[in-house]
């Protein structure tokens, strides 16, 4: 079975610029969430989606949102971005909505220049 | 989610079995232990979970107190590739049963650096 893919695995943007991450989950899981992980905050819960619906949301700014298709694949844009949104941009699947066995994919590391 | 306590870093000798503890002293009843490691740049790799009984996979053995207030992690053989931070997270295996759905709530882990 093929696992979580994340794309694109590097990004380089500007400040002010927008940006759109993509994430495939493992066939036949409907549940995807987001992560952000940097070395200050540690890994920090952004959103999940699960059967289309955002279910569930962490303490971040408007400016981070998502959505989830009808084939589950998942995606998270960042607005107006900001220095300190250089991060490693995770996202993991489950077969269940807030399933405590998570499969992450490879991450997006995104550098805000 | 209960909270819990890892030591910040632990060495393993090449070959010998890594015991990874954990407290979880204020667990709930309907709480799972989960373990996750994550091996530098990569993302998190779920390892195992467990209610309360002991359980074991192909990757590590979960051996849970009889009170529940604790657990360890068993990487029976470690080997150079087991170099990761481990981290031990309490929670409801899904939605519906109370607690925080969706979200993994990761501390700092223990670094284990398995030395040859």
């Known amino acids: 079975k093929a696992g979580v893919t994340q794309t694109p695995r590097y990004l380089i943007k500007t400040r002010g610029q927008q940006v759109t991450l993509s994430c495939s989950p493992i066939?036949?899981?409907?549940?995807v969430s987001w992560y952000q992980q940097t070395p200050g905050q540690g890994l920090q819960f952004l959103f999940e989606?699960?059967?289309?619906?955002?279910?569930n949301k962490g303490n971040f700014p408007g400016r981070f949102s998502g959505r989830q298709f009808s084939n589950s694949r998942s995606e998270m844009n960042v607005s107006t971005l900001e220095l300190g949104d250089s991060a490693l941009y995770l996202c993991?699947?489950?077969?269940?909505?807030?399933?405590?066995?998570?499969?992450f994919g490879p991450g997006t590391r995104l550098t805000v220049t | 989610d209960a909270k819990t306590t890892q030591p910040t870093s632990m060495d393993c000798a090449e070959g010998r079995a890594a015991n990874l503890p954990c407290n979880h002293s204020?667990?709930?009843?309907?709480?799972?232990v989960y373990w996750y490691r994550q091996i530098h740049s990569q993302g998190p790799q779920y390892i195992i979970h467990?209610?309360?009984?002991?359980e074991t996979n192909e990757m590590a053995s979960l051996i849970i107190t009889e009170d529940r207030k604790s657990s360890t992690l068993i990487l029976p053989h470690a080997t150079l590739r087991d170099t990761a931070v481990y981290y031990c997270?309490?929670?409801?295996?899904?939605w519906g049963y109370g607690g925080s759905q969706g979200n993994l709530i990761f501390g700092k882990g223990t670094k284990l650096s398995v030395k040859p």
């Open positions: 467990g209610l309360k009984n002991n």
């Open positions: 993991a699947s489950s077969f269940q909505q807030g399933g405590g066995e998570q499969y």
């Open positions: 204020t667990i709930s009843g309907n709480e799972y």
């Open positions: 997270i309490v929670r409801v295996p899904e």
């Open positions: 989606y699960f059967s289309e619906t955002q279910r």
């Open positions: 066939s036949g899981h409907r549940s």
